[in-house]
């Protein structure tokens, strides 16, 4: 009997033993998992601001009295001639990039303190094909992952997102074709157009 419990006591400290080895492994595991996992809640939370900042982009480009916080209390203040925004808002890239800038600086530190996202470089873009536009945002940015250090890595980590809208307002686009219509009847050349397409599909 006094074997069986010597040995029923080695047993346990050898678990004793195998604990003291395997709860540090697994909890610094864990720690790390929670970590990375934070690091994937800032990249998709950045991955968010440059949708939201292209859809911006291509709002004020398209109609930029969309983009206003505020009515004018005069009505006079509101440009409302039509055919405005022919060729676009001008300042639209700069407004999109101080909204994404906005976004970005209330984007907080997610479940780690330190781990807030430090963005280098906010690039909006609006590509002009006449027809219609493409709103083009690319953001690149940096996470310290403090856990990276054990393994021998930089704990800063680089990363870059970019998005892409079509920028088209519809109703914009039919007026600036009135416009077009307009002109050519003001100076007579619908005549003239309606002459040249019936003589090339003669």
Known sequence: MSFIKCLKKEKGAVMVVEASFVFPVVFFVLIVLLFM???????TKMDSIAVRGAEYLATVYTNP???????PAVSTE????????????????NKAKKFIDE???DTGTGLFKGMEVDA?????????????Q???????????????????????VNHSTAT?????????????VDMILDYSEE???????QEFVGAFKG
């Open 134 to 156: 493409t709103a083009c945002v690319e953001i690149e940015y940096s996470i310290n992952v403090i856990p990276l250090r054990f393994f021998d890595e930089s704990e800063i």
């Open 65 to 71: 009295l969309l983009a206003e916080s505020t009515i």
């Open 164 to 176: 892409i809208v079509t920028a088209v307002d519809s109703p914009e686009f039919i007026r600036n």
């Open 187 to 193: 100076f007579g050349l619908t005549d003239k157009i």
């Open 78 to 93: 509101v440009d409302a001639k039509p055919y405005r925004y022919l060729l676009g808002d001008s300042d639209a890239e």
């Open 37 to 43: 996992g934070n690091m994937l809640y800032q990249q």
């Open 120 to 132: 280098k470089i906010t690039t909006c873009e609006i590509k002009n094909y006449v027809i219609y």
């Open 103 to 105: 976004l970005i600086d």
